[in-house]
Structures are given as C-alpha cells and as structure tokens.
C-alpha cells in the first residue's frame, strides 16, 4: 500500500517542499498541510500513516525551537497522535521537526503530556559554539532495526541548526535511553572505522565530529516501539547523490543516502 505522508508546517517552517517530494519519490502520497488547518479538524490524522514535521524556523524559533508548534501536539492534536502512537503507523520529526517531537515528550525525556512527568527531561538547546551551524556529518546508526532506519549503519547527511544540542538534567538517563532503544543515531569521527561500543555519558567528540556538543554524541532519538525518530540532520537533502559536497570525488551516482529513509519508511506498510 502507498502510504499516506501528512507534512505539517507552521508559521516559519522551510523544509516541508523537499520533504514532501522525498516522500512522493519513495512511492508515497504527501499532503503539505498548515497547522491551523489541521487544528480545525484534528481528525484528518486519521486519513494518513505517516505523520511528519520538518525542519525550519518554526514561529520563528521564538521561546525556544520547536516549543510553541510541540505545545499544539500536547492539546488539540493529543487524541489524532494518541491513535497514531498505538497504530502501526509512523511519525518523523527533521530538524525543527526533532525539537518539536522532544519538547511535546513524543520523544524520550522531553516532557509535555506526553512525556513521563517524573523521568529526568531532556531537550535540544544551543550549540556549544553558541552559532548557527550548517556542515555534512558522519551518523551512525544505533538502531538499524527502527521503521525509518532498517538497512542503515554508517551515512554521511548535512545539518543546519541552532539548537542542535540534546543536553539532559541527569547523565544517568542514558542506561535507560540505551536499553529502551531510544538512541537511534549518534554523530561518528568523519574518518575511519567507527569506534565500537555504545554510547557512554561521559566521552563525547570533539567538534565537529560532534557539532554542537550534544549529550553522548546523540543526533537522533526514538521512542522503544522504533516507529517514532526525531533526528538533527536533513535527509530531505541528500535525495540526490549530487548534493553531496564529495560526490565526484567519491563517485557517487543516482540517490543520495537520504533517501534510504523515506523509502524504508513507505515500504514498512508494504
Ligand atoms: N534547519 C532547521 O530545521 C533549524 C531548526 C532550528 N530553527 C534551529 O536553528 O536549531
């Protein structure tokens, strides 16, 4: 079945064009929907099986990236989202999209209704350089099993973000994050093998390996079924293996690496 992609984007939101033809090149029907719209009627999340919130600027990053739009998940959206989380369906958050999932709490540790009040929150704050920071990354994939992620182990994608920083009240969050399944991606030295091993607390990478200093070099995060990821990087732009900045060095050809995950994502209701 050709899944249904439901695009919501706000006041200041700048991805959701790539994002919907990402999609629709994987075999996938994307609607670009604005958030007032889908507030007049919540129950149109039910016509869809993906539900996703790209990257941008959303209200213009005011109080914070991501915490006016996570506000609508909490309230009037809590019920559509409810029913998503216990169907067999999908929700991906790029970017602004990732801070709008952590801070409603549909993502490990952000709180919100949806998050468990009493675990130590989590969010995505500034980076470490204090800057607005665009560059290509090396990813890891920690969760090779997730619905957006299966296939997928080490990849190169570009970030562009402020507030990229996961940074956590409690470090020891990370033993229940790591066996609940909740880091899917982690930043990875640009060269050579990855390190093995898990994420530990205490070592992180140095920039720009891990570009903003976040907590365990984490750049994704999933909820334990691996049908909910939020993730830092853009994988709407590296659909084109000539969007990558070494593609005639490297020879690359055809698709770019990001488009692994919206093709997994609609072959999971196949
Ligand atoms: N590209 C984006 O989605 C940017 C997210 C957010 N506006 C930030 O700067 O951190």
Same mark, same amino acid.
């Given at each position: 079945?050709?899944? %249904? #992609?439901? @695009?919501?984007?706000?006041?200041? /939101?700048?991805?959701?064009?790539?994002?919907?033809?990402?999609?629709? /090149?994987?075999?996938?029907?994307?609607?670009?929907?604005?958030?007032?719209? #889908?507030?007049?009627?919540?129950?149109?999340?039910?016509?869809?099986?993906?539900?996703?919130?790209?990257?941008?600027?959303?209200?213009?990053?005011? @109080? &914070?990236?991501?915490? @006016?739009?996570? %506000?609508?998940?909490?309230?009037?959206?809590?019920?559509?989202?409810?029913?998503?989380?216990?169907?067999? !369906?999908?929700?991906? &958050? @790029?970017?602004?999209?990732?801070? #709008? +999932?952590?801070? *409603?709490?549909?993502?490990?540790?952000?709180?919100?209704?949806?998050? =468990?009040?009493?675990?130590?929150?989590?969010?995505? /704050?500034?980076?470490? *350089?204090?800057?607005?920071?665009?560059?290509?990354? %090396? +990813?890891?994939?920690?969760?090779?099993?997730?619905?957006?992620?299966?296939? $997928?182990?080490?990849?190169?994608?570009?970030?562009?973000?402020?507030?990229?920083?996961?940074?956590?009240?409690?470090?020891?969050?990370?033993?229940?994050?790591? !066996?609940?399944?909740?880091?899917?991606?982690?930043?990875?030295? %640009? !060269?050579?093998?990855?390190?093995?091993?898990?994420?530990?607390?205490?070592?992180?990478?140095?920039?720009?390996?891990?570009?903003?200093?976040?907590?365990?070099?984490?750049?994704?995060?999933?909820?334990? *079924?691996?049908?909910?990821?939020?993730? $830092?990087?853009?994988?709407?732009?590296?659909?084109?293996?000539?969007?990558?900045?070494?593609? /005639? =060095?490297?020879?690359? *050809?055809?698709?770019?690496?990001? $488009? !692994?995950?919206?093709?997994?994502?609609?072959?999971?209701?196949?």
């Amino acid at each position: 079945m050709s899944p %249904r #992609v439901l @695009i919501v984007r706000a006041p200041g /939101t700048n991805c959701d064009e790539e994002t919907a033809r990402a999609f629709e /090149t994987a075999g996938a029907t994307a609607d670009r929907l604005h958030l007032f719209r #889908v507030l007049e009627e919540p129950d149109l999340l039910d016509r869809y099986q993906i539900f996703c919130v790209p990257g941008g600027f959303s209200y213009g990053d005011d @109080i &914070g990236s991501g915490v @006016i739009f996570s %506000r609508h998940l909490n309230g009037p959206l809590g019920e559509g989202l409810g029913r998503f989380l216990n169907a067999d !369906k999908l929700i991906l &958050g @790029i970017c602004n999209g990732f801070q #709008v +999932l952590l801070k *409603s709490g549909l993502l490990p540790g952000g709180g919100g209704t949806w998050g =468990r009040q009493n675990e130590p929150a989590a969010t995505l /704050t500034w980076n470490e *350089s204090g800057r607005y920071d665009c560059r290509w990354v %090396r +990813l890891r994939v920690d969760r090779p099993d997730h619905a957006f992620l299966r296939g $997928m182990t080490d990849v190169e994608m570009p970030i562009a973000h402020a507030e990229g920083r996961i940074a956590v009240s409690d470090p020891a969050v990370l033993d229940e994050w790591v !066996k609940n399944g909740h880091v899917a991606l982690r930043y990875a030295p %640009r !060269k050579g093998e990855l390190p093995p091993g898990g994420p530990t607390a205490d070592v992180t990478l140095a920039a720009p390996d891990n570009p903003n200093g976040s907590f365990a070099d984490i750049a994704g995060l999933s909820d334990a *079924s691996g049908k909910v990821l939020g993730l $830092m990087p853009h994988p709407e732009r590296f659909q084109y293996a000539h969007q990558h900045p070494r593609w /005639t =060095r490297l020879g690359l *050809s055809g698709e770019g690496a990001g $488009m !692994k995950l919206f093709r997994n994502a609609v072959e999971w209701f196949d």
